[in-house]
């Protein structure tokens, strides 16, 4: 019961990464880069164990952008051909690479991290890969013309991977769609099929990460543009209740979403965001195991799989680890009080 887990990511250690920064440099080169990806792993498996994380990831020590860690190996996109385009609905504007042909796989994306991680850990492991309507987001298209159709096939070279994942042992692949509350009518015309599409054929268990955001200006501001109550999940949630995605995942630590809005997801397991990631302050248990007790108004304690309200990337090393820490002790904590269940 309460059985915890991590959105995804870890902040990477000096010797791997420039520290607190989001598509941070990498500070070695070649086989030395290589090495560090490997040491880094290990070393966030074991804090991870430590902190009594129950499904454990491999921080995503590897990649250095979530969306743009997949695309790098993926032939038919131009990176040197970057325009620039609004992101989210034109919350923000980025420079973003282009679809030139069609596309499809390298080869395998993260299967050296994935197999690293499978062999150090008997805890479950899952694995995060980005979802197609957020990559569509983030990428121009001078080839498919027409943006749903590119989001069909990033949806299958997803799928290929995520058999692959799963055949080397990850027990929950998770796709991150924080395009999810933004596009509610896009989620519901295409992007669950979408989904449909990139777990197509798995066993294991999947999840979809939907979420507001790192705490960057940009989203920051757009928070605060949103009023009082976070009501977009009120539109997307019944028909991911619906769905064949077996697992949401989303912020509930300082949201407004209203927590109520929890009992559409009926039949789902919430991974239940209860670290704030935009906040340098690292909870207590007590208040940990306060946020996981709302919930349980309208989620039943068995759904519930506590969670970080998204990655940790650009956090400092040391805040993360204390809220692992927290997520792990705040979790016990409940469980104690509930007698063990
Ligand atoms: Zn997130």
Redesign the pocket.
């Known amino acids: 019961m309460l059985e915890t887990t991590i959105?995804?990511s870890l902040p990477k250690p000096f010797w791997l990464a420039t520290p607190k920064t989001l598509w941070a440099p990498w500070a070695q080169q070649g086989e030395a880069l290589a090495e560090a990806k490997r040491d880094a792993t290990l070393l966030i498996l074991k804090e991870q164990e430590d902190a009594g994380i129950d499904i454990v990831t491999d921080g995503e020590q590897s990649r250095q952008h979530?969306v743009h860690g997949f695309l790098e190996r993926i032939d038919g996109i131009d990176f040197a051909r970057r325009v620039p385009m609004g992101i989210r609905k034109n919350r923000y504007t980025a420079e973003v690479p282009t679809v030139v042909a069609a596309l499809r796989r390298k080869g395998p994306v993260h299967r050296t991290e994935a197999a690293l991680a499978r062999a150090h850990t008997r805890r479950r492991l899952k694995f995060t890969l980005p979802g197609p309507m957020t990559i569509i987001d983030t990428i121009a298209d001078a080839h498919y013309g027409d943006r749903v159709k590119m989001a069909m096939r990033f949806a299958e070279l997803l799928n290929e991977e995520a058999r692959e994942l799963e055949a080397l042992g990850v027990d929950v692949i998770q796709f991150?769609e924080?395009a999810f509350n933004v596009y509610m009518d896009e989620v519901k015309e295409w992007g669950i099929e979408a989904l449909h599409r990139a777990r197509a054929g798995l066993a294991c268990k999947t999840a979809v990460?939907?979420?507001?955001?790192?705490g960057i200006k940009a989203n920051i501001d757009w928070k605060q543009s949103l009023g009082s109550e976070w009501r977009q999940y009120e539109e997307i949630f019944p028909a991911l209740a619906q769905s064949r995605i077996d697992q949401v995942?989303l912020?509930c630590a300082n949201s407004r979403v209203p927590l109520n809005l929890l009992a559409l997801l009926k039949g789902k397991d919430v991974l239940l965001g209860v670290i704030d990631?935009a906040s340098d302050k690292i909870e207590t248990p007590q208040e940990v195991a306060a946020t996981i007790r709302r919930a349980m108004e309208f989620v039943p304690v068995e759904r519930i799989q506590p969670c970080t309200?998204?990655?940790m990337a650009p956090l400092d090393r040391h805040v993360a680890h204390g809220k692992l820490q927290a997520l792990g002790a705040g979790a016990a904590l409940l469980r104690q009080e509930l007698g063990g269940r």
């Open positions: 959105a995804g979530f991150d924080p990460h939907i979420c507001y955001g790192y995942s912020e990631v309200n998204c990655g």
